[in-house]
């Protein structure tokens, strides 16, 4: 399957923010790995596939957050009650699905 580049850069981004729980303190890289996941299905829920300027915006704001995030003086996020429940009600679906 051939990607657009608009989705390359999306991918690419995704593998990025990913790669950040590695460097911070083993305590909190499970709450980081939410926090990101969470913020990536959430935001690209809100796009349409279509909205391209929304897209761009998106991928724009999440480069500034994941800079910021990777700056070694970033040790901990905050993971609400909301990422928990989302956490909580993806784990049940994706079992059920399988």
């Known amino acids: 399957m ?3 580049g608009l989705q ?3 991918l690419s981004l995704y593998r990025r923010a ?3 729980p590695r460097s911070k303190p083993e ?5 980081w790995n939410l926090m990101l996941r969470y913020t990536f299905r959430t935001q690209a829920a809100r796009a349409h596939p279509g909205a391209f300027s929304t897209i761009e915006y998106l991928l724009r704001a999440g480069r500034r957050q994941i800079d ?3 700056h070694p003086s970033v040790k901990d996020c905050h ?3 909301e990422m ?4 909580t009600e993806h ?5 059920s699905q399988t």
């Open 2 to 4: 051939s990607h657009s």
């Open 8 to 10: 390359k850069e999306v």
């Open 18 to 20: 990913l790669r950040i």
């Open 27 to 31: 305590a909190s890289r499970s709450k």
């Open 68 to 70: 910021m995030f990777e």
């Open 79 to 81: 993971v609400s009650a």
């Open 84 to 87: 928990q429940s989302w956490q």
């Open 91 to 95: 784990k049940n679906t994706s079992r």
